[in-house]
């Protein structure tokens, strides 16, 4: 299949491309070796967290609300 454009496609060529991307999302993931505590110990290190005073998210919702 060398079309670049979905217009392009017969049918038969959509359905090989639609199950082609279907099989690749459903092949599983890679395996983490990682520990529980490892997976953990990299989400705090990742986490944001907003500085002091920021406004929450229940006020930006509101501020959108009454704007």
Known sequence: MNTERVAD?????LKAFVTQVVDEKLQPAPKDDR???EV????????????????????MIQEDRNA
């Open 35 to 37: 520990t529980l505590e």
């Open 9 to 13: 496609m017969t049918i038969d060529d």
């Open 40 to 59: 953990l110990a990299s989400m705090d290190r990742i986490r944001w967290t907003p500085p002091p005073g920021s406004r929450t998210t229940l006020e």
